[in-house]
């Protein structure tokens, strides 16, 4: 009986031995499985260590070109301020220079009248006729020298309005080359905001500081045209127009400018617009400020929630380039149109004016940037800039299709609210 109850006590042993075995490989299989896992958490730990270091250079990067950006408006700013200065200069110049022709014109009334003075002097005496005929000589003399001094100042008037003119186009080299900065830093979400109100307010404070002078400008140019209107040849009346009509222009452009940068800086409130009543609204002011025999056509446009004056300035712009462009046309035609699609209501202006070279598509809502000259057509450059902030500040887009010689069309997006929004109101 003893031997037998050892045989048990064994088995018994050896299937505990057995049962102790598996889970020791069981044991040793989740070991293998969380040593995996484990390396597995160190690889993607350091994946995450050298994105880290990827990101840390990027923003080094980021920083570095901010750094670049500034300096570059720093050096604008200080050009600006030295063209300034060279312009207050040319205009005490100005100044100077019509002081001095005055002085000379009123020297010459002195001369003339000391030469009748001689001359009938020279007529009632007989004695002294050759001195009176040197002094007549003299006289003579005289008034050729002042002619010639004379031909000088306008000389020098003329190249100091060249001076003005080339200044002016200075300007608007650096304007172009400062608004190009700004659209390479676009790439940068938080840099864009930064630059874009750095330059609305720069923007707005030049065109604003520009008013003085050009005014200044073109009321020195309106005194030589009225009270030297003797005095003056036709090529310099010729010139002295070209300074007002350019000063118009500059005032045009500036308001133009004005206006751009304001936009930057205005809020917007909107409220449901009927598209229809505004569009007529809009057609009514053109046709009273505005000669021609465009045919528009429109109807059962969609309503919109937007900004209303926003908008009215929207199509304002974009109806009066239609009736511009299509102006030479025998038949002019002007078409708006509206559909709602995938969420967004999308409007129409189609002409068949001149149209547009798609190649140059790029440049069309650029500021200063324009497809045709002023012999052509006239205007800025700021208008479809203005329309594509107004639109972008209603969360939209702006684009335009075109071919040359067979008309335009303009197009733009704003979210669609639903018909519930009117309904409820």
Do not use: C
């Not at 260590?49 to 901010?66: H, I």
């Not at 003579?140 to 306008?154: D, G, N, P, V």
């Not at 830093?185 to 707005?204: A, C, G, H, I």
């Not at 465009?294 to 059962?300: G, L, M, T």
């Amino acid at each position: 009986m003893g031997q037998k109850a050892k045989s048990v006590e064994l088995i018994f042993a050896n299937k505990e031995l057995v049962f102790q075995n598996e889970e020791k490989g069981k044991r040793a299989a989740e070991l293998v499985v969380a040593n995996k896992e484990l390396a597995f958490q160190n690889e993607e730990k350091e994946k995450r260590a050298a994105e880290l270091v990827v990101a840390n250079k990027e923003l080094a990067f980021q920083n570095v070109e901010k750094e670049k950006r500034a300096a570059e408006l720093v050096i604008a700013n200080k050009e600006l301020s030295f063209q300034n200065e060279e312009k207050e200069k040319r205009a005490a110049e100005l100044v100077i220079a019509n002081k001095e022709l005055s002085f000379q014109n009123e020297e010459k009334e002195k001369r003339a009248a000391e030469l009748v003075i001689a001359i009938k002097e020279l007529a009632f005496q007989n004695e002294g006729k050759g001195k009176r005929a040197a002094e007549f000589v003299i006289a003579s003399k005289e008034l050729t020298f002042q002619k010639e001094e004379k031909e000088k100042r306008a000389a020098e008037l003329i190249i100091a309005n060249k001076e003005l003119v080339f200044q002016k186009e200075e300007k608007k080299k650096r304007a172009v080359e400062l608004i190009d900065s700004n659209k390479e830093v676009d790439e940068l979400e938080q840099r864009v905001k930064e630059r874009t109100e750095d330059l609305e307010s720069f923007s707005y404070s030049v065109s604003h500081d520009l008013r003085t002078p050009l005014r200044a400008i073109n009321g020195y140019a309106q005194m030589l045209e009225e009270d030297y209107d003797t005095v003056l040849d036709g090529e310099g009346k010729r010139l002295l127009g070209e300074v007002r009509s350019n000063a118009k222009k500059m005032g045009v452009l500036i308001d133009d400018l004005l206006t751009f940068s304001r936009l930057g800086r205005k809020g917007i409130t909107k409220s449901r617009v009927d598209i229809n009543q505004l569009v007529e609204t809009v057609v009514s002011e053109i046709t009273q400020s505005t000669t021609h025999s465009a045919k528009i056509k429109f109807s059962n446009l969609l309503p919109a929630v937007a900004d209303y004056n926003l908008l009215q300035h929207v199509f304002t712009n974009l109806l009066s380039n239609a009736i511009k462009y299509s102006s030479k046309k025998e038949n002019p035609l002007i078409e708006i149109k509206s559909e709602r699609k995938n969420g967004e209501l999308i409007y129409s202006i189609s002409d068949n004016g001149v149209g547009f070279d798609m190649h140059y598509v790029n440049k069309l809502f650029g500021v200063f940037q324009r497809l045709h000259s002023d012999d052509e057509f006239s205007g800025t450059g700021v208008g479809l800039a203005i329309v594509q902030r107004i639109i972008q500040k209603h969360d939209g887009k702006v684009w335009a299709e075109g071919k040359e010689d067979e008309g335009a069309n303009f197009f733009f997006s704003l979210p669609d609210m639903g018909e519930q929004t009117f309904e409820n109101e």
